[in-house]
Structures are given as C-alpha cells and as structure tokens.
C-alpha cells in the first residue's frame, strides 16, 4: 500500500514529519518499508507564462519561446513537438535551477540564441512520466513568477505500507489517518465533503434541471469549500438502472448510481499529481475519481458507461462455462463457473471486484455512467483474480474484506466528487440491493484480562479505553462487570478479548510490555536429538562435508541413480526437475559429485543426514526415513604416500569408526546376487546390524556412473538411521579387561593363497589352528603380481601369540606356527611365500 | 715369575705413559667402546695384567697391584668422560639437524565440517533446551488441516492453495490438497496440543517447504518453533524469554524490538527486531547508511512471535480460559546466512565443493 504523507496530514491533522509517521506507524505493525520523497529536490523552478513564440533561425526542430517570469522576460529554446497554447502557464527553470531528477539546469547556447534556463517536462517536474511539457490551464494558474513547487503543492512523501492481511481498514487513507490519530492521541475528523449536489427532476416536469456547479479554485483540496455558480443542464436517460443480485453469496450488496451530463477531460492538477505519485496515472475525470476515492476510503468503486450497457437491468451473476470477456487492459479471458460477474442482458461486463470490461468502460464519449459500489465476498474475488492471473488495486482490497457498512459513505463521497468536480451530475438517489447485513461484533472483557494477557498490570484503564475509542470501538459497562465492546464495522478482525489486548498493546507501544523469564522446570535433553547430533559430529570430524539437499528431484535423477523409481508425487511441482520427492540419497550426492566434477574440483568426501520418502499405504500417503548418505570421490589427499582413488576401504572406514564411536558392532555381508542398483555389484556389501540390513557401501556401478557423466568412480553409502539410533540409544561401554599378566610373541607369516580366499576365512583358520592362544591377526599387507602366481595372492599377516597363565616359550610358538601353515594348506591351499 | 713381574712393569709403564692421551682418537661411542675393550675388555690389555698377578711375588703384588688399580680407574674415568662428550656431542648434532618444513601439510583424513543450517539449528536448539523447552519431532508430510486449518487459517487462505504450497499426490484421498509438505514448523502445535495434556514448552526445527524460488526464497529453507502453554503465561512472558534468547545467541548487549504483525495463529502477534549485528547501531549511536545487511534501518527482522490464538487452543480441545500460550518461529537458513555472512540463500543447497571447503 503506498500512502502520502500529505493526504495522511490533511486527513488525521496530524502535523508529523514523514520519518516521524512511518516510525510511528511500523511501531503499531504497519510496516513501512521505504519513504519515496518528492518535490524536495527541485529549487528554483518558477510559474512563467507564455507570450510568444518564433522558430529558431538555424535549427529546425528548434523554437524560440518568450516567457514573462513575473519580473522580466526571457527566451528559452525547446524543440518543437509539443506545441504550446498562446498565454499558457508553464514551469520555468530558472539557471541554476535543480530538477526532480537531480540535473542542474544551466545557461545553453543553440546557435546564434542563448537559452536562459528551460521550460520542464511533466517528468522533470516530477509530475507524470510524459515528456510533453508541463502545462497549467491559464484560469487555475498561479500568478507568474510563483515558486513552482510551493504554488503547485509538489513537497510531498509516498509511504510503502506492508499491510498485513487482517487489517483492510488500512488500504485506504482515511483508514490509516484514524490509525495515526489513534497513535498521536488526537480526536479522528476528517473534514471530507460527502454531499454531493445536483438537482435532478425528471424531463417530464420540467425541460431543465437546474445544477449548482461548484466553481473550484483548482489548487484547493476538495474539502475545502468555495464558491458557486448556477448552471442548467438538459439531462436524457434513465434515472436508475434496476439491479439484481443473484449470487447472494458473493455479494451482500450492491448500491448503483446514475451520473449525467458527464464530461470528461483532465482532472485538476492536484488530483493527477497525487495519483501519479500513489502509482496511478491519471487518465480522465471519471475514472480519476474512481481511483481517488479508492485510495482515499480504501473500497474500490467501479464506472460503467451507461450507454454501453445492455437493458434492462445489470446483475451479479456467476459467470456461465464458456462466456467470454475482453478486460479493461484488452486481454480477454474465458470465465468459468466459479467467476462473479456484473452482466448485462448480453453478457458479463465487469469481472467482479477486479477489473472492468474493456466494451463499457468510461471513455472520452462517454455522456453517462452507472456508478457501482458494492461489497464482494473476499474469498470468490480471491480464487477468480488467482485463476486467471490478476491483481488489481481493487482484487487486492476486496481479497482482504472492505467493509460493508461503509458502502453508503463511500457512494455519497464519490458523487460528491463527481459533482464537486464538475464531471457530472448524479442522480442522488439510487438503488441499493443489500441482500445481508452482518451485525456488529460485541466484546466482552476487562482492563484486568488485557493486563492478564499481556502481563503488564500497570496499563491504565482510563488509556486502555482512550486506545479502543480512538479506533472506532464503543464502550460501555458490561452487566457481568467489565466492559462491553462494541467493534466497529472497519475491523473485522477483531473478534475476542485477545484481538483487544493486542489493539492496546501495538497502540502504546509493544516495547512497554515488561520482560519476565518464563520459570520452566528444565527437563531431560531429547536422546535422539543429541545422538544425531554426535553422528553428525563424528563424521564431520571423519573428514566428511555436511551437505543439504532438496527434497525433490527429477523423476529422472531416481532413474539414472538406481534409485526406487516408486516415489511420492508433488501435485504442484515448480518444474519436472523438482517434481518427485526423493527416494534415496543417491541421486543427491551425486548431483554433487558431478557438480564438482564440472567445477574443476573433482574430490570431496561429503555426507548428508536427512529424510527420503517412500510411498506408503497410509493416510497421508508417505513414510519419512531418516537416512545417511555418504559419497568419497577423488584421490586420497596425501603428498607423501602413493597415489590413489578412495575405495571400497576407506568408506568401511568411516562406517566402522561410526559404528564404534556408537559401541555398536557392524557385519558386513556379501551383495551375492543382490546388490542395490546403483552398486558396483562386486565391490561392496550390505551393512547389516544384529542381523538387520540397514544399508549398503559400494562402489558406484558403471552404469550409474555414465548415466551422471562421472569420471571418477565415488564410493556411495546409503543407510537407515532410527535402528542405528535405537541400538545406540541401549548400547553400553564396552566391560574392560584386566591386562595380560604375561608377554606375547609376534609372529609373520606371508601366505599364498587364491585370490578368492578372503581374509576372513584366514583368520577363522588361524584362529582354530592356534586356539585361545591366538591373542591377534593383522594384515600388513596384500600383494599380486610378479612373482605370485596367476590369480592368487600374497597375504601378510602378524599373529600374536599368548598364554594367559604363561610366559610362551620359543619352542610353543614354533609348533604354534607348524600347526598353522598345515592348516592353511589343507582348509585353503595356502603355501607360505619362499 | 720374574718374566711375568716385568712383563708387568713394562706395561704399567707403557699404560702409564698413554694416559694422557687416552681415547683422544675415539670420535663414535663404538669406536669409544672398541678402544675401551683392548683396555679393560675380557681381552684387554689391563685385564690381561691383571691375570699376571697371581705369578709374581707377593711383596711386589702390593705396589704392583696399587698401579694397575689406578691405572684401571684413571681409563674408567677417562671412558666416562669421553663417552660423555661424545653423548653430547651427538644430541647437539641430533638437535641442529635442518629444520622441518612446518609449510607441508598435515596428514590424515584432511577436514570434515557441519554445514550451516544444521550447526545454526544445534545452536539454536541448545538455547531453547536449556530454558526448560523439550525437542520433539513432527513430520514434514502432514496433512494440509494441521498445517492451515488446526493453526486457524481461514479456510481459502491464500498459503493454503496450490500457488504457494506444495501438495502430494495421496491415494485414497480424492483432494489434490489433503496432503502438503509442511509450509512452516508451526505445525507442531497442531500435534502436540491434541496428543498431550498441558502444560508444555516444546520445540522443534526442520526442513520446510514454500512455492517460492529466487535469491532470497528457497523452495525448502529450515525453521524452528517453540511454544509453551500454562496458566497465566503472558506476553511478559515472550519478550522475557526472547530477550534471554538473543542475549544467548547475539550477544549481550544487542538491542530487541516488537513490532505488531500478524498470523493467524497468534494473537497478539508480532515480530521481532534486533539491532543490525553488522552496523551495531546500538555502539555507534546511528545505523550505518551504507549497511547492505540491514540496508540502513538499524534492525534485523529474526522471527515471529505472539501469544497463542485462542483458536488454536480451542481447536486443539486446551481451554483459552484455563490455559495460555506464547509460540516464536524463525527462519534459520536466514540466521545461519547472517553468522556466516552469505549472501545468496540458494548457496545452502547448492553443496558446491568450492562452498563446502571454506566451512
């Protein structure tokens, strides 16, 4: 909502500075986001009059204007597009003057003739967008020589108001004035002329009508008053148009006025430069008016040009399937079954509450209106401007509820205008349809339940009273003790004992509100809550990165992921890359690892804790599972070691560190047949725990690989988090040994053995060779190549010996040792390396 | 006897004149060692001498004996010593090796880190835990009525329709909109007050999800809320616990303000304002003009607040005449952006590796 400063002062006579009313108002929670300032920055632009006018002798396009400045005339060049009436009054910028836009007007030279300063545009007077010049009609004019922005009243501030959506009593001017009257503890009475004149009798009585036409000093505010002649018009046509209201539901009522004798043209300069600066460019008088009394009352009102309707009657309808309307803006929609519509006998001419039809809008021919002013359900006004794409000033503040009470005021206002302007004559009576009337809301609290609510038990009642009336609210005593609340029909949103104490409360100032700590008996922390976070801990101090992903992906990214194509659907996606929420954690950390690949950056070791979702057969239709993803790509940073991609080792790693740091035991077992899809199926292995499978480690497959256009080949674990946490939750410390009393003895045997044997088959060997005295097998280290034959391989392995009672002696271990490589050779057709 | 008596005189003498000069060739504690044994090793010379005693004369076995003692103790010494300097020596040398180049970096599993939003809700979370309020978990698909309805938005609300919220498709259900990815976490008063009897002081925090996409929208950003029912709360009772809140989080000392606003499921409502954190007008004694954070106004919006609508409590079977409420939500993505000075929201979702890396 943009508002003047000037219109707020003339309305509230609050006389407070821009800075001033938009604090004051923010403070009360009408937002104000910027304060726009106009007319401030031009000096030395003055009122000077045209007297003459010769072509430039050299330049074409070019002429030479005589001015008279109030004290002397001038020769000002411009060029000649525009041409300027004999005697006109013009905006002179004198040289050295400053303009709206920050230029400084100097002294130029154009040939032989020298231009003393410049006559202004409308733009560059700030006045309107139009480059054509400024022009004042001669009878309204201020006296040559006048300051230019003093006589035309230019100074002026425009507020940007977030208005939030409870409050439609603030879309209009009047509305936020008793805001600031309220605010400052000022009585609210506005000075606005609602009595519009204009004597009608009928053609049959007598010929003419006799019409007092207020002659108006054009720089005057219309509620001033002034003089007035005596003018008689011939009047023809209807004095009402029957109205009917079918869609009683849409439209509580609907009050239609017949205006004659229209006449169109330019609206006075006061009333065009406001609406320029509220963002409304002004067009003729009829439909200025119209936008003025919507800013100024904040229910908008709508002009149909009498002649264009189609008789008998108009009507507020439900549009039918299949009916067509071309908008005011000339775009034409197809209406639907759900569009309230105003009709005449041919069709609809008005889409309800938001935009006129473009065949009976108010043109320069245009000789008499219907004038309407009525009251739209918010709800219908809201779906139809949504369903075809709309927002006008008017959908936005029926959207928001005006109030319905206020229809009357609001007609007698605009047909004063009209009448006071001289743009027409209404017929002041016309026909009203209310179809319901809502009674006003009744309150009943006390000065003790506002203080309750908002803690404070100083708030002065005689205050807390003073803030309720100067909004609108009556008071009076409740029977039971209290009082009686009666709410005014402008603020709806007020409904409860709450809404009051919040109306006190934003009006003094929430900052008056004390501040207690609330006394809340602490309580355990949420187990789960601090276990996720010490998951999220212990990876990060893994060396892995957070990452947080969206919730939806493509279809396709589940697809090349190998991901469970099965997913939970968005009704309403932004776009089909975002349309389907995500079954695994895959196709996001992929996303990242080909981002960083075509980033130059082709290594990261990243995981991400969140949720997929799967389809479920449940009301809502979706299970949430907590999950943990994990993706290792590109080498392994170390300048000393030698060169090499993460494997399938050092995402084991980072599972088993994890799995330890919780005191929790993983099992790994073998894809066998089943590897998930997106898994390299020979190079990984489910994570199982206590017997549950709850996730996989692998190595991307090949596939998935290309499908993501990778040229590494990432590590990728997915798992399931709540049984983690759960056996997590329940795990201990591990119980603690004694230490062993007796050394051990170390041992290394390098083994031969056919690639396929593991090395936990080895170990389970040694460890039945060697019995309890077998204390520890360790790999040291894996070798294939030269020197070992096809297709086996050469193991390292320590073993630690130990007897628990005894010292072992050489000669125990040496037989430890036969008993083993025998072992070996038979179970595993291992040979210890030569 | 004879022979062995002067075979002993003769070395004596001979021992005796290389005293002085004893282990000066000696430059390693081995080559020490090996000149220490040809002297008293089981081979050595003095050792050697020693076994001549028993062949001569007792009365000369005496004086005799006296010489090779002080000769035995006098190389002791000089062993001792030299191996001393020679220790020395070798720590010296081992201490002025070439300095280490401390520029290489470190090795292991290189730097791992939280990112923004989950270390920004930790800390927020930790805060409320701490004043007394229990973290709960609400799901983020839910049904659209505790999402708008329960939280008393007016049926038609323009959140509650296809153009800002997102739906999903939900068998059995022939309403498009039944089902919505949670629009805010607001919804966990529509959960909490209908399961559990007051009072109460909850919180909660997670993902979220609005129909919006540009630099300062996000279609899924991250918020936390907290209410707390009893008797006699009151909104004394919020601004004392927000007024905690930021002191904890922004530092003391950083000035709050409520401004009125509305939602519909508190009353009175209002949103909260701290002072710029970047432009600290509070410090300077006026905002910064050129401030981009607050762009000029001093104050950073942080959250909405407000007493819980009587509604919602209705709504939820709580009376609004036993029990009271106060309820806050706050974006986090906004506070992560502010502590860690982003400036494009969508930057937390991208994961860019080249983002990531300076966490």
């Known amino acids: 909502m943009k508002a003047s400063c000037n219109w707020l002062r003339e309305l509230s006579r609050i006389k407070a500075s821009a800075e001033e009313i938009a604090e004051k108002l923010t403070q009360a929670g009408l937002e104000v986001e910027a304060i726009h300032r106009h007319g401030h920055e031009i000096k030395g632009v003055y009122i000077a009059r045209v007297e003459g006018e010769s072509p430039h002798p050299e330049q074409r396009g070019l002429r030479i204007v005589q001015i008279f400045n109030g004290k002397e005339r001038q020769e000002v060049v411009m060029r000649s597009e525009h041409p300027l009436p004999p005697n006109a009054s013009v905006a002179w910028a004198q040289p050295g003057a400053r303009l709206a836009n920050g230029t400084e007007v100097g002294v130029r030279r154009f040939g032989k003739v020298e231009s003393r300063g410049m006559i202004l545009s409308e733009a560059e007077l700030g006045v309107s967008d139009e480059a054509k010049p400024f022009v004042v009609p001669p009878s309204e004019s201020p006296p040559a020589g006048a300051n230019a922005v003093e006589a035309l009243d230019l100074r002026d501030e425009i507020l940007d108001i977030a208005v939030t959506p409870n409050r439609p009593d603030a879309m209009g001017h009047l509305g936020l004035a008793r805001e600031l009257a309220a605010i400052f503890r000022e009585p609210f009475a506005p000075r606005l002329n609602t009595q519009p004149f204009g004597v009608v009798a009928l053609p049959e009585e007598i010929e003419k009508a006799e019409i007092k036409r207020k002659d108006r000093s054009w720089l005057l505010h219309p509620s001033s008053a002034s003089a007035t002649t005596t003018k008689l018009v011939l009047i023809q046509g209807p004095l009402s148009i029957p109205i009917q209201i079918e869609a009683t539901e849409r439209c509580s009522r609907y009050i239609g006025n017949v205006v004659h004798a229209v006449e169109g043209g330019p609206s006075p300069f006061w009333m065009r430069y406001r609406l320029y600066l509220l963002g409304q460019r002004a067009v003729d008088r009829v439909v200025d008016v119209t936008n003025w009394i919507l800013f100024e009352t904040g229910h908008p009102i709508h002009a149909f040009d009498l002649d264009r309707l189609a008789g008998p009657q108009i009507t507020v309808r439900l549009a039918k399937e299949g009916e067509r309307i071309v908008l005011l803006d000339g775009r034409e929609i197809a209406l639907g079954k759900d569009d309230l519509v105003i009709a005449d006998a041919e069709g609809p001419v008005a889409l309800a509450g938001i935009m006129g039809g473009k065949e009976s809008a108010v043109s320069g021919g245009t000789k008499a209106i219907l004038l309407e002013v009525a009251h739209f359900d918010p709800p219908s006004i809201r779906r139809t401007r949504r369903r075809h794409g709309l927002q006008t000033q008017s959908s936005e503040r029926f959207e928001r509820g005006v109030d319905a009470e206020a229809l009357p005021f609001v007609q007698r206002r605009a047909l004063a205008l009209i009448s006071h302007l001289g743009c027409g004559i209404p017929v002041p009576f016309g026909v009203d349809i209310e179809v319901r009337r809502s009674k006003p809301t009744v309150i009943f609290t006390s000065i003790n339940e506002v203080r309750g609510v908002l803690g404070d038990p100083s708030i002065p009642e005689v205050e807390a009273r003073r803030i309720l009336e100067s909004l609108g609210c009556e008071m009076s005593p409740a029977e039971s003790g209290g009082w009686r609340v009666t709410v005014p029909s402008h603020r709806s949103d007020l409904a409860r004992p709450e809404d009051l104490a919040e109306e006190i409360a934003r009006i003094r100032g929430y900052h008056l509100i004390p501040a207690v700590l609330p006394k809340i008996p602490s309580k355990e922390r949420n187990p789960r809550l601090q276990l996720l976070e010490r998951i999220r801990c212990t990876l990060a101090a893994q060396g892995l990165r957070e990452t947080i992903h969206f919730a939806f992906l493509s279809p396709d990214d589940l697809k090349r992921s190998g991901a469970p194509k099965d997913a939970v659907l968005l009704v309403n996606p932004l776009s089909t890359e975002r349309s389907v929420l995500r079954t695994s954690m895959i196709p996001s950390l992929l996303s990242c690892v080909q981002r960083g690949e075509r980033f130059d950056h082709p290594m990261g070791r990243l995981f991400e804790i969140g949720k997929r979702y799967l389809p479920a057969k449940t009301p809502l239709g979706a299970i949430e599972v907590l999950s943990l993803g994990i993706a290792l790509f590109g080498p392994v940073r170390d300048w000393l070691s030698i060169k090499r991609h993460a494997d399938f080792y050092d995402g084991k790693w980072h599972i088993e560190h994890l799995f330890r740091s919780l005191r929790l035991e993983v099992e790994w077992q073998a894809f066998d047949d089943t590897a998930p899809p997106w898994a390299h199926p020979r190079k990984g292995a489910f994570i199982q725990l206590k017997g549950r499978r709850i996730g996989a480690l692998a190595e991307i497959h090949p596939d998935v690989a290309e499908a993501w256009e990778l040229s590494t080949r990432p590590i990728l674990a997915e798992l399931e988090l709540s049984p983690l946490m759960e056996e997590a939750l329940k795990a201990h410390p591990p119980p603690i040994h004694p230490l062993p009393r007796y050394p051990s003895i170390v041992r290394d045997f390098a083994f031969v053995l056919h690639e396929s044997v593991s090395f936990a088959s080895l170990r389970t060997e040694i460890e039945e060779a060697g019995g309890k005295l077998v204390a520890r097998v360790d790999v040291l280290d894996l070798y294939q190549g030269e020197g070992i034959p096809q297709a086996h391989k050469s193991m390292l392995v320590r073993i630690e010996f130990r007897h628990p009672d005894s010292t072992l002696t050489d000669a125990q271990v040496e037989d430890l040792g036969r008993r083993i490589v025998q072992r070996v050779a038979e179970r595993l057709g291992g040979t210890l390396r030569a | ?359």
């Open chain 2, 1 to 359: 006897m004879e022979q062995a008596q002067k075979e002993i005189e003769e070395a004596l003498r001979r021992l005796e004149a290389t005293l002085p000069h004893l282990f000066t060739s000696s430059r390693s504690e081995a080559e020490l060692r090996a000149e220490n044994a040809k002297l008293l090793g089981p081979e050595g010379e003095v050792t050697r001498i020693f076994r001549l005693f028993p062949k001569i004369e007792a009365e000369r076995r005496k004086e005799l004996g006296k010489r090779a003692n002080a000769i035995k103790s006098a190389i002791e010494q000089a062993f001792q010593q030299k191996l001393a300097l020679i220790k020395k020596a070798q720590r010296q040398a081992e201490l002025e090796c070439p300095p280490i180049d401390i520029s290489l970096p470190g090795r292991g599993v290189g730097w791992g880190s939280l990112h923004p939003i989950s270390a920004t809700m930790a800390v927020l979370i930790e805060v409320f835990e701490s004043l007394g309020f229990e973290y709960v978990e609400v799901p983020e698909i839910d049904f659209a009525e505790n999402n708008f309805g329960r939280l008393a938005f007016p049926p038609d609300h323009p959140a509650a329709d296809m153009q800002d919220s997102f739906f999903t498709r939900s068998e059995g259900s022939g309403n498009p909109q039944a089902v919505v990815l949670r629009t805010h976490t607001t919804t966990v008063q529509a959960h909490f007050l209908r399961s559990r009897p007051p009072p109460m002081a909850l919180v909660t925090g997670g993902a979220v999800y609005r129909r919006d996409d540009d630099a300062t929208h996000s279609p899924m950003f991250h918020q936390i809320d907290g209410f707390w029912v009893d008797r006699d709360v009151c909104f004394a009772h919020l601004h004392g616990l927000m007024r905690a809140f930021v002191e904890r989080i922004f530092g003391a000392g950083v000035p709050i303000r409520f401004r009125p606003s509305y939602f519909p499921f508190v009353e009175p409502g209002a949103e909260l304002d701290i002072g710029c954190t970047f432009c600290r007008p509070w410090e300077r004694g006026a905002p910064s003009e050129q401030c981009k954070v607050c762009k000029g106004t001093g104050w950073l919006e942080v959250l909405g607040c407000g007493m819980i609508h009587p509604l919602v409590l209705e709504m939820a079977g709580v009376s609004p005449k036993e029990w009271r409420g106060i309820a806050w939500g706050m974006g986090v993505d906004r506070i992560a952006m502010l502590r860690y000075g982003i400036s494009d929201i969508r930057m937390l979702y991208e994961n860019d590796m080249r983002f990531l890396e300076q966490l």
